[in-house]
């Protein structure tokens, strides 16, 4: 096959259609990946979110009837480190989320 008839190939109406075609379908779907992306990811972290605000709760709970000494013995929070479960309840508060009553017992609650 000749250079000329390739390119005369390019030109032709089947060969720009099938371009547009391709174009279309990769936009569209990267889109729609995108959006079931942004949805699982929403719906993963917000199942996350209200995992650890009943984490925090019942950690609150065993604070306040059981004092500082004993709460660890019903404490498996899931295999998360403590660090990490305080500094997601510190970032659900600075964002609004959750309350905390204050004091040396605190009493988390959703916003």
């Known amino acids: 096959m000749s250079s000329e008839s390739r390119f005369r190939f390019r030109r032709t109406l089947?060969?720009?259609?099938?371009?547009?075609?391709?174009?279309i379908f990769t936009l569209s779907s990267c889109v729609v990946f995108l959006l079931l992306y942004m949805l699982v990811a929403s719906s993963i972290?917000?199942?996350?979110?209200?995992?650890?605000?009943?984490?925090a709760n019942r950690f609150?709970?065993?604070l306040a009837t059981e004092g500082?000494?004993?709460?660890?013995?019903?404490?498996a929070v899931s295999e998360r480190c403590?660090?990490?479960?305080?500094e997601?309840?510190?970032?659900?508060?600075?964002g609004g989320?959750?309350?905390?009553?204050?004091?040396?017992y605190p009493t988390l609650r959703a916003a």
């Open 45 to 55: 972290r917000e199942r996350t979110d209200q995992e650890l605000l009943s984490e």
């Open 88 to 94: 997601r309840v510190d970032e659900l508060i600075a």
């Open 97 to 104: 989320r959750l309350r905390s009553s204050g004091g040396r």
């Open 68 to 75: 500082v000494e004993e709460p660890d013995h019903d404490l």
């Open 82 to 86: 403590a660090d990490d479960v305080l």
């Open 60 to 62: 609150s709970r065993l």
């Open 14 to 23: 089947a060969f720009r259609l099938t371009l547009w075609y391709a174009g």
